[in-house]
């Protein structure tokens, strides 16, 4: 039963498709664009592209520290930088991180991806038959974030299984296995870090000796805020890039002149992927809390109440976006907020945009066409993607 003052306005846990949560989106900015739900506890959810920004630059009115998922994590653990902290404490775990994101850092390691690309394709465009989430897109986003930790083999398939288990826990909202696989991340996290104690690397390269050496530059991180912030970054780099990796094949799957253009125009793929993150922004459960009592276009919303950010709907709003639904590879300029905006932007935003990069130009370019083998299946709320992207290919 609804609450008596907040009624339950929007409903996370429908049967979503791969195009009637835009349907529904766009209802919910024309109707009820501030909307609260009962699910999760109750939570409020925002639909508006400038809500949502304001909510995420206003760090002194809307806090990360805490109820920053929605549904809230499934029991404490600590908190993990630099999600759970607000500027100016989170700002002592973004500085060190910086530097091992920038793009020349990627330009090094884009010979690399492209190998691990082609390795992971190859046997799969072979068969014929493949489900490009399942059996490409999860090891690539983990195998991808392996090269930023600069893992030797043997941690990488660790690392990456942990990961790949975890994320395919959550997509299921399976609460006693991902309490399971989310133990073993920090587990993993923690043999990182002890193991790269013993031989530290160049700061500005590797992620894990970042933060380790922090305070040679600034504020020293404990060794447990380090375990902690490893292990935040193993579950964040697996969940995005393969929700976006299965909607971009799922929509080139669709759209066979679009996927020939892109093959005979290679170097349109980094315009179709900016195209593709408005499209298809993966992120919903992120969420701030009011640190006092604000008032959003009309609806009061109590202080220490969740309010989560539906990136997917912010953009395709229609009010900064023309013709929001289209795909334009030509839409300049391209305002999406998928990485987010404000202090917790996401600091991984130019690996996942290589990701995105390698991954679409290897399944173009390995292929003659390939088209939908079934159908797509979605992920349960937690991202906006496919959890299952099966595909019929014809080898290049």
């Known amino acids: 039963m609804a609450h008596p003052k907040h009624p339950n306005e929007f409903d996370p846990l429908y049967d979503e498709t791969f195009d009637n949560s835009h349907v529904y989106y766009e209802e919910m900015r024309r109707n009820c664009p501030v909307a609260h739900s009962e699910a999760f506890g109750g939570f409020w959810a925002l639909f508006k592209y400038e809500d949502i920004v304001r909510i995420q630059t206003e760090h002194e009115n809307f806090s990360t520290a805490e109820k920053n998922v929605v549904p809230p994590a499934t029991r404490n653990q600590g908190r993990r930088p630099p999600l759970h902290f607000d500027p100016p404490e989170h700002d002592a775990y973004r500085r060190p991180v910086t530097p091992v994101f920038n793009k020349s850092r990627m330009a090094v390691l884009e010979p690399e991806l492209r190998r691990f690309a082609d390795e992971l394709m190859d046997p799969l465009v072979t068969e014929g038959r493949f489900d490009f989430t399942l059996d490409f897109a999860e090891y690539f986003a983990a195998r991808a974030f392996g090269l930023i930790l600069k893992l030797p083999l043997d941690m990488m398939l660790r690392a990456r299984e942990v990961q790949v288990q975890y994320y395919r826990a959550q997509m299921a ?20 870090v002890n193991d790269r104690k013993k031989n530290l690397l160049d700061p500005n390269e590797d992620l894990i000796s970042a933060l380790l050496l922090a305070g040679e530059n600034g504020e020293a991180i404990s060794e447990e805020m380090v375990v902690a912030s490893i292990r935040q970054f193993l579950s964040a780099s697996q969940a995005a890039p393969g929700a ?32 593709f993150l408005r499209l298809y922004s993966p992120y919903r459960v992120f969420a701030r809390t009011a640190i006092h009592d604000e008032n959003i276009r009309g609806r009061d919303i109590p202080s220490g109440e969740p309010i989560a950010m539906i990136f997917p709907s912010a953009n395709r709003d229609e009010d900064v976006f023309e013709n929001p639904h289209e795909f334009s590879m030509d839409r300049k300029p391209n305002k999406h907020i998928a990485f987010g905006r404000g202090p917790h932007r996401c600091p991984a935003s130019s690996l996942a945009r290589l990701e995105l990069c390698v991954a679409t130009e290897a399944l173009l370019s390995k292929t003659a066409s390939f088209e939908l083998d079934g159908e797509i299946k979605m992920t349960d709320w937690l991202e906006f993607g496919p959890s299952s992207t099966p595909l019929k290919v014809v080898a290049a």
């Open 244 to 275: 976006v990796l299965g909607s971009i094949a799922a929509h080139l799957a669709q759209d066979s002149k679009l996927q020939q253009n892109l093959r005979e125009n290679p170097h349109r793929i980094p315009d179709a992927v900016e195209e």
């Open 173 to 192: 909202m399976d609460k006693e296995r991902v309490i399971k696989w989310s133990d073993e991340l920090y587990r993993v996290a923690n043999d990182l």
